[in-house]
């Protein structure tokens, strides 16, 4: 079994910045891509950011110059520093793991349960 658990949601001012963390843990044999999408109220879920096993970066056009990803490869965490917040980042964040549970097996993506950033004054 999988988990990534998300931390690091909130409420923040327009303006403020956020920080959100994703953990996997449980049987994993190699990580590929982590990353980040987020699912507005009555839009679909969107590509936020991502990053893969050499540290290759993507990032939404909506987000680039404010947030950054990073990664602790050792601890398999991923991390997004959101600044710059604005309403419009109001979202669930999702995070998710593009990953092989074991040598040989296909490689699966997981997703965490979600968290909730809010930006409003």
């Known amino acids: 079994q999988v988990q990534l658990v998300e931390s690091g949601g909130g409420l923040v001012q327009p303006g403020g910045s956020l920080r959100l963390a994703c953990s996997a843990s449980g049987s994993i044999f190699s990580i590929n891509a982590m990353g980040w999408y987020r699912q507005a109220p009555g839009k679909e879920r969107e590509l936020v950011t991502a990053?893969?096993?050499?540290?290759?970066?993507n990032y939404a056009d909506s987000v680039k110059g404010r947030f950054t990803i990073s990664r602790d490869y050792a601890r398999n965490t991923v991390y997004v520093q959101m600044n710059t917040l604005k309403p419009e980042d109001t979202a669930v964040y999702y995070c998710?793991?593009?990953?092989?549970?074991?040598?040989?097996?296909?490689?699966?993506?997981?997703w965490g349960q979600g968290t909730q950033v809010t930006v409003s004054s």
């Open positions: 990053i893969n096993s050499v540290g290759r970066t």
């Open positions: 998710y793991a593009d990953l092989r549970m074991y040598n040989y097996s296909p490689i699966t993506t997981y």
